[in-house]
């Protein structure tokens, strides 16, 4: 039996998918922060092999997280359908990777809440 993917698709890209930013972008501008985050959540590239598609997610998904207020982090996450979050646990723990960039106290929350 022969590999339904040919070389070209080693990294199974084709089959990927991934956060289009200029959409994510229309729901920050609008200041739907937990719709914003649901939609990176949701086409979260977690079977991409390029590490640049899961930085520049988690990047978005992370910088949505902290436009979030703090009070209104249980609500989001409430919001947020259950199989999906898994992957934001994922988030917030690159989070803590790049404490620097990301407020440690909002991840914890997200954490707790999540």
Do not use: C
Request: neutral net charge; proline residues 4%.
């Amino acid at each position: 039996m022969t590999n339904q993917y040919d070389d070209k698709d080693d990294d199974l890209s084709v089959n990927v998918v991934e956060p289009d930013e200029n959409e994510w972008k229309r729901f920050i501008d609008e200041m739907k922060y937990v719709r914003a985050l649901e939609y990176v959540l949701q086409n979260a590239p977690v079977r991409a092999k390029d590490p640049e598609k899961k930085k520049k997610a988690a990047s978005m998904a992370l910088s949505t997280m902290m436009k979030i207020k703090t009070n209104e982090i249980s609500q989001a996450v409430n919001s947020i359908p259950v199989p999906l979050r898994d992957t934001l646990m994922k988030y917030v723990y690159k989070g803590f990777e790049s404490t620097k960039d990301y407020s440690s106290s909002a991840l914890l929350v997200w954490h707790e809440k999540a």
